[in-house]
Every structure is written in structure tokens, then in C-alpha cells.
């Protein structure tokens, strides 16, 4: 299967990209910065030749994530499943008098309008059999167990989920599986150091819901890493 993710230079999205591998998916690591992504993947590419590709893709920049859609279609490539990774985590101890709302901005462009960007360009590409979309999430977004900390950051989970939802009722009949995923609290530059799950272990868990397609046993398309519904 071909996999395309997102944020994939460091973090959760540089060891998605590595298990994917590990498993024999191809992959197209998509990276903000690409002398510095493909810096950051330098091992894996050396690892896995041809089957590792690392692209140019900020999530802000809709023509630039078009051009890529134009450029694999061009090659001939297709995608089994779109792996939205980045994000942002900002303003996280702002209390909301003092909230600038650019910062509101920034966590919706990053971490919602990305993810309906990719979708938007990539999901004509999306057409090997088993196909499905991940977007991490985060329990963060949780409306039933509101969460305290950021909010530009869990409203834009929040939004997610809700995008994650409608893509699931519009692409049932195509067969595309979509799913929200919680990847566990992880010891990333976004989760700081005191995190227990690693990222690895989340990763895995997270290829092999793209592998298994697993259904959430809920009416709401949203998981953990491995598997356990979360509440909405
Ligand atoms: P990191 O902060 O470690 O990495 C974030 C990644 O997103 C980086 O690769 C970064 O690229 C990329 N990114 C940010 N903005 C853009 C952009 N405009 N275009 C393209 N890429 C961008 O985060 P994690 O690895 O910890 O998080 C991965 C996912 O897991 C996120 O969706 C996060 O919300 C979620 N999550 C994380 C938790 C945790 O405990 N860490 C807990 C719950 C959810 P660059 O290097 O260029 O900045």
C-alpha cells in the first residue's frame, strides 16, 4: 500500500513513516522544510531506496499541496490511505482574557484547514482497494471530557473529529475507511519528556488500524491507538 503523512520529519510522523516501512508499505513523507525533512530521513532513505519518497508539503499552502497532487498523479501514483499527522499545540497556558485570537488562527489553519487541504487535493489519488484516512487526534478534543489547557489547540481537535465524521458519511459508499485517532500522551517535542507511550508503540498501533481497517465499536469514528473507542 501506498501511504502518504503528514508532519513526518520528526515525532509521531517520523515513526509512522519508519513502521510503515518496516511492514513493506511504500511511503510519502510529506515535511514542512524539505532539505530539512529529507536531512531527518536520510537513514530510511538509505534503508529503503525508492520505496520512501520525502515531499515537499507545509499544510498551510493549498497550491503547494495541489502541486503535489499534480505531480504524483503525472508519475502515475496512487494512494491506500492519508495519514494527517501534523499539527501545532500553541497558546497552551493562555487563559481566554488573555487570548490573542490569531493564535485561534494558526491551530485551525494547522491543524484543521491542513488535514481538509491534503484531503481535498489528495482524494482523487486515494483509490487502492482498503483505502482509508487517519487523522490523529487527540483525547484533547474530547467535547464529553472537556479538557483543560489550550484552547486553540482542543477546539481544533474538536473540529477535526467533526471533519473526520462527515468524511466518514460521505465516503462510506466508496468503500474509504476514516478514523480520528488518539495517539496516546507521547515523549515528542509536542508531548515533553514526562510521556509515557512511545511513539514507536503508537505507530504501530496506528499502521496496523490502517492495515486491519478496525471499525470502532461506537457510532463516533474515534479511536485510540489501539483500537478503544474514545468518547466523542
Ligand atoms: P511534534 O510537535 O513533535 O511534531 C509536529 C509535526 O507537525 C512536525 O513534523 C512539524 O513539522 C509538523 N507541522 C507543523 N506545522 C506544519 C505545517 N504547517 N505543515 C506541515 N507540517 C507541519 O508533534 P507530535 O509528533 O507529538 O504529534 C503528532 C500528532 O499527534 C499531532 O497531530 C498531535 O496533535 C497528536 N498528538 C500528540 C500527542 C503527544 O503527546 N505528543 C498527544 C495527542 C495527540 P516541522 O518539523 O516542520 O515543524
Partial sequence: MNILITGAGRGLGMDLVAIALERGHSVIAGVRDLSRGQDALSG??????????????????EAGIAALAASLKEEGR?????????????ASDTPLEELDIAEMQLAL?????????????????????????INISS??????????GSYPYT????????????LHVTLKERG?????????????DMGGAKAPTSPRTSAEGIISLIEQRTAPEGHFMFVDYTGKDMEI
Avoid at 83 to 90: F, I, Q, R
Fill in 78 to 90: 496512487t494512494l491506500g490511505s492519508i495519514v494527517n499527522n501534523a499539527a501545532v499545540l500553541n
Fill in 139 to 148: 483525547e484533547a478534543g474530547s467535547i464529553t471530557n472537556a479538557y483543560p
Fill in 109 to 133: 489553519d494547522i491543524n484543521l484547514y491542513g488535514p481538509m487541504r491534503v484531503v481535498k487535493h489528495l482524494l482523487p489519488l486515494l483509490t487502492e482497494p482498503d483505502a482509508s484516512i
Fill in 44 to 61: 530510511l532513505s538509505a534503508d529503503y531506496g525508492d520505496k520512501l519518497t520525502v515531499a515537499a508539503l507545509d499544510v498551510t499552502d
Fill in 176 to 188: 474509504v475507511h476514516v478514523l480520528s485517532v488518539h495517539p496516546g500522551w507521547m515523549p515528542t
Fill in 155 to 166: 477546539i481544533s481537535k474538536t473540529a477535526l473529529n467533526m471533519f473526520t465524521q462527515k
